[in-house]
Structures are given as structure tokens and as C-alpha cells.
């Protein structure tokens, strides 16, 4: 079975940073599979809809969703199976769960979700 894990999140004031990691295992990541998969971190504020944040692919393109351009940024460490999502001058409007997920790329969403972390932006 495939397994991610999301760490980071918390309580932070506006303007502040967090870093969200996402651990990945499982048969489909053995040996050097991970580097291939898409990854894409999204989130779920109260009553709204998942939208994507940031997505990698395996050749480590990046996509961002226009509200959070130069403020976020997405990366990857194939040797550790991990993504992250580095975000900067966090804004209350950043808060939701944000979750990750294996397998985006140009088709859409992947087929595997972690359990959500939550991310607050209040003073």
C-alpha cells in the first residue's frame, strides 16, 4: 500500500513561514520509482473546494496556483522520497488543510492522498 505523510503544518502569525514535508513509501516508490511520480500538494479551507497549491513533476517542472506565486515553492528529494512545500509571508487567506497527493501531472489529480495537515495563519 502507499503511504504519505504530511508534518509542518501549525499556528503561525501573518507574514510568517512554514515548511510542509510529505513522506512517501510504499511498493510503487521502490528503488528509484518516486523520482518518476508526479507530486502536488493541495488544500481545503472551511466550505471551499480542494484546489491545487503546487505541483512537481518527475523532471521537476513546477506549477503554481496564481495566488501563491513567489510566495511558495515547491521541491522534491528523490533520495528521500519527500516533497515540500516551503511557503513565505503567509497570509490568513493560506488557511485550510493542505494535503498531498501522488501522481498529479497534466491528466489532473493523482490516485494517492495523505491525511492532511493543518495550516492556521491568525495573529
Known amino acids: 500500500q502507499v503511504q504519505l505523510v504530511e508534518s509542518g503544518g501549525g499556528l503561525v502569525q501573518p507574514g510568517g513561514s512554514l515548511r510542509l514535508s510529505c513522506a512517501a513509501s510504499?511498493?510503487?516508490?521502490?528503488?528509484?520509482?518516486?523520482?518518476?511520480?508526479?507530486m502536488g500538494w493541495y488544500r481545503q479551507a472551511p466550505g471551499k473546494q480542494r484546489e491545487l497549491v503546487a505541483g512537481?513533476?518527475?523532471?521537476?517542472?513546477?506549477k503554481y496556483v496564481d495566488s501563491v506565486k513567489g510566495r511558495f515553492t515547491i521541491s522534491r528529494d528523490n533520495a528521500k522520497n519527500t516533497v515540500y512545500l516551503q511557503m513565505n509571508s503567509l497570509k490568513p487567506e493560506d488557511t485550510a488543510v493542505y494535503y498531498c497527493?501522488?501522481?498529479?501531472?497534466?491528466?489532473?489529480?493523482?490516485?494517492?492522498w495523505g491525511q492532511g495537515t493543518q495550516v492556521t495563519v491568525s495573529s
Open positions: 497527493n501522488a501522481g498529479w501531472g497534466p491528466s489532473g489529480v493523482g490516485n494517492y
Open positions: 510504499g511498493s510503487i516508490f521502490t528503488g528509484s520509482m518516486f523520482s518518476f511520480y508526479g
Open positions: 512537481i513533476r518527475g523532471g521537476g517542472i513546477t
